[in-house]
């Protein structure tokens, strides 16, 4: 079955490269849209890959014109929560410019439905209780506030033009493709399972354990890991979402599984794994993190009907490690 072209900007990217082979599983052909910032030419094995930048106008009116795509998946941005705090004017620049070149492209071409990369980052609590769609948004650093302006746009742009759109908040996207096909490279690395995997694989010699004095009962962050398959998942659900008679207007589902980690849980969990005794060392807070985000996930559950595969923190630091140390 063909069900047509998805363009999917930063496709060959972390999430971006497992949902294009969901994708395909589900009959779509994937049209890497990319500019190869964070992008890796391997992750790119089920459809084109079309050099590109989002702020490019041009190019991207073109790519849409050649394929023709029923809808766009939009994941290319910068994402180190961290280094935004450093550098906000490349976050605002790329993440918010971006999304408008995109946008702007999609209305001039009648393409009027589109997933969008959010993030559980347009939160912030220092409580246990699970997040759902309707809490407040407080950003806690300049990543986070990008996305937050991105699902304004989305909203601006459902209302004057009708453009469709779900925005899905990822929580902490951890663990690989079980297939072995694809899996976490980032450039330089600044994730937490994929650094103290590193570790336990001998090509770093200690994890940095940002903050102990947290309000949380170890007093180090709490986040909820959510497997990057359960992520591509609640992708192609959100494609029949907007194709059916509820999926008008600005949509926005958050993702993840309920049951937060701390840093140190998470740590431990992988010397379990690994055998491996990874030495970690508490060092300053990293600017710009919230001490706990879990999710609700109620709304996706009931409205999409999504089902995560591999809430287990164990598999998804297991299917990492096994993509770390493939032969
Ligand atoms: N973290 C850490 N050491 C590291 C990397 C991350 O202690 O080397 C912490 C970080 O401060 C946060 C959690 O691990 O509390 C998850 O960080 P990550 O960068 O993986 O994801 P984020 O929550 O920022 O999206």
Not at 87 to 102: A, E, F, S
Not at 121 to 143: C, H, K, L, V, W
Not at 224 to 244: K, P, Q, R, T, V
Request: proline share 6%; net charge negative.
């Amino acid at each position: 079955m063909n069900r047509g072209a998805i363009l999917v900007t930063g496709g060959a990217g972390y999430i971006g490269s497992h949902t294009c082979k969901a994708l395909a599983a589900n009959g779509y052909t994937p049209v890497v849209f990319d500019n190869m910032s964070g992008g890796h030419p391997w992750a790119v094995q089920w459809g084109p890959l079309e050099y590109g930048d989002c702020r490019d106008y041009e190019a991207l009116v073109r790519v849409i014109r050649q394929y023709k795509p029923v809808a766009v998946m939009h994941f290319a941005a910068f994402i180190a929560a961290g280094e935004s705090v450093a550098d906000p004017g490349k976050y605002y620049g790329n993440n918010v410019g971006g999304m408008i070149t995109l946008l702007s492209a999609m209305r001039d071409t009648g393409l009027d439905k589109i997933v969008f990369s959010s993030t559980a980052a347009i939160f912030s609590t220092d409580s246990m209780d699970p997040i759902g769609e309707d809490r407040a948004q407080s950003p806690s650093n300049p990543y986070g506030a990008s996305k937050a302006m991105c699902e304004e746009l989305l909203r601006g742009f459902a209302a004057a033009h009708g453009i469709r759109s779900v925005a899905l908040r990822y929580f902490n996207a951890a663990g690989a493709d079980p297939d072995g096909e694809l899996g976490e490279a980032h450039e330089p690395e600044t994730h937490l399972i994929p650094l103290i995997l590193e570790v336990a694989a001998g090509k770093r010699q200690e994890i940095l354990i940002f903050g102990d004095d947290y309000p949380t009962p170890d007093g180090t962050c709490i986040r909820d890991y959510i497997h990057i398959c359960d992520l591509a998942e609640a992708h192609i659900l959100s494609l029949g979402f907007l194709n059916g008679s509820d999926g008008a207007g600005a949509n926005a589902f958050n993702l993840g599984n309920g049951s937060g980690f701390s840093v140190m849980e998470v740590v431990e969990a992988a010397r379990s794994l690994t055998g491996h005794p990874v030495p970690a060392r508490i060092v300053e807070r990293r600017a710009g993190d919230p001490p706990v985000l879990i999710c609700d996930a109620r709304r996706a559950r009931k409205t999409l009907g999504w089902r995560p595969q591999h809430p287990n923190l164990t598999t998804q630091i297991e299917h990492a490690w096994s993509w770390m140390t493939r032969a």
